[in-house]
């Protein structure tokens, strides 16, 4: 039997994040990861600390921000490859009142260091943007095939990672640790992202889960390098290649592409490209979102080893690396979590 301090399952930016904390302490743990794309696969990367419809922060920005944008320099350094590739937003101006609001926002503490107060002309005439753009500082894209397949061969390098399903009957609990095949460790960490409903130990009503779907263009006339957010994202993906979306839409959590949400990106897109492209894809994932929109971090049940690391929703690349602080000193320092990101909140909430 093959002693750990920690068994980690799932391996998309919360289990990267977790194991991040773990390489830093020195401690001793395996992965389980089923190699199956999960959310942080089939997002579009983006990394952005601004609700772009409404101008204003999102939900712990100034906290989330500086520890993200650390971790992903560390992590290129560390895989020797480019994660996080720095780009503005243009948000596309809608009318006049909108510029009028993001003047307002740009004077606000929480902004003033991500909405630039210059207003930028539209030179592209492939967009349709007679009220040019406000432009969002510090975004960037998280290259997420780049950081997936990196930490997979970065984990397979120390012999860490085992690319399997967890198989969650074959978990047995003991004298206060966790027994899985030949290995023993003092706490399991469970990061299954939206896939955690087939967890039996998880509380199936804290996650609603959230299906969103891109439509992948090829637009040669496009010459697009920035993050374009109007009506729907349009994400460069190189050689004349966009992911264009997202939808939300909590009907239907089958991995499957729809006609109908094609169809929602595609009368969205036309209404801010003018150019024709060609249609060559479409995907579809579900964001692990929660109720209350918040993360859920810790044990269910009282003094339980068994961990959760979940309730990413649709900002996991901000949230994920302080996340992991977070949950790292709980378990190791007992520092309290808060009750906002504590998965025990979820006690009070109705089953569904
Ligand atoms: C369409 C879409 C667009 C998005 N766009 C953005 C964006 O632009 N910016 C942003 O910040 N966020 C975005 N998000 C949200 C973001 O993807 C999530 O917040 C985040 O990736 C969740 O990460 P996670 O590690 O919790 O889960 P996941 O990325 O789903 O990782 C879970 C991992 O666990 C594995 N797993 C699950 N069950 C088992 C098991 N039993 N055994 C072994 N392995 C298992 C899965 O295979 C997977 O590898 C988007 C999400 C979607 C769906």
């Known amino acids: 039997m093959k002693q750990l301090d920690y068994i980690v399952v799932g391996l998309g930016i919360a289990g990267i994040s977790f194991c991040e904390q773990l390489q830093k302490n020195d401690k001793r743990f395996i992965v389980i990861d089923s190699g199956e794309d999960g959310s942080t696969a089939k997002s579009g990367g983006v990394f952005n600390p601004t609700v772009l419809k409404r101008f204003t922060a999102a939900w712990n920005a100034a906290a989330f921000f500086p520890v993200a944008?650390?971790?992903?320099?560390?992590?290129?350094?560390?895989?020797e490859s480019h994660i996080l590739q720095e780009t503005p937003v243009l948000r596309i101006f809608k009318c006049v009142e909108e510029q009028n609001n993001w003047s307002v926002a740009t004077d606000k503490r929480e902004l003033q260091n991500f909405l630039s107060s210059e207003f930028l002309k539209n030179s592209n005439?492939?967009?349709e943007a007679p009220f040019g753009f406000g432009?969002?500082?510090?975004t960037g894209q998280i290259k997420t095939k780049k950081l997936l397949s990196g930490y997979r061969e970065f984990l397979n390098a120390q012999d860490v990672l085992l690319s399997e399903t967890f198989q969650y009957e074959l978990l047995q609990q003991k004298e206060s640790k966790v027994f899985y095949k030949?290995?023993?460790?003092?706490?399991i960490i469970f990061a299954e992202g939206a896939k955690v409903v087939e967890n039996p130990f998880f509380p199936k009503h804290a996650i609603v889960g959230n299906k969103g779907e891109y439509v992948i263009i090829k637009a040669p006339d496009l010459n697009l390098e920035a993050l374009l957010k109007g009506p729907v994202y349009v994400i460069p993906m190189g050689n004349d290649i966009y992911k264009v979306g997202a939808t939300y839409s909590r009907d239907d959590y089958s991995l499957n592409p729809t006609e109908s949400a094609k169809d929602e990106i595609l009368s969205?897109?036309?209404?801010?490209?003018?150019?024709?492209?060609?249609?060559?894809?479409?995907?579809?994932g579900v964001r692990p979102t929660t109720r209350d929109h918040r993360p859920l971090l810790g044990a269910w049940?009282?003094?339980?080893?068994?961990?959760?690391?979940?309730?990413?929703?649709?900002?996991?690349?901000?949230?994920?690396?302080?996340?992991?602080?977070?949950?790292?000193?709980?378990?190791?320092?007992?520092v309290p979590l808060l009750k906002e990101m504590n998965i025990k909140r979820a006690r009070t909430w109705k089953k569904i």
Do not use: W
């Open 268 to 284: 969205k897109l036309k209404t801010c490209i003018n150019y024709s492209f060609e249609v060559v894809g479409q995907t579809a």
């Open 69 to 79: 944008k650390k971790f992903y320099g560390t992590i290129s350094e560390n895989l």
């Open 125 to 127: 005439s492939a967009i």
């Open 301 to 334: 049940e009282e003094h339980s080893n068994l961990v959760f690391f979940n309730g990413l929703g649709s900002r996991g690349f901000l949230m994920a690396p302080l996340l992991a602080v977070i949950l790292y000193k709980h378990l190791e320092d007992d």
């Open 135 to 138: 432009e969002v500082l510090g």
């Open 182 to 187: 030949d290995f023993s460790a003092s706490k």
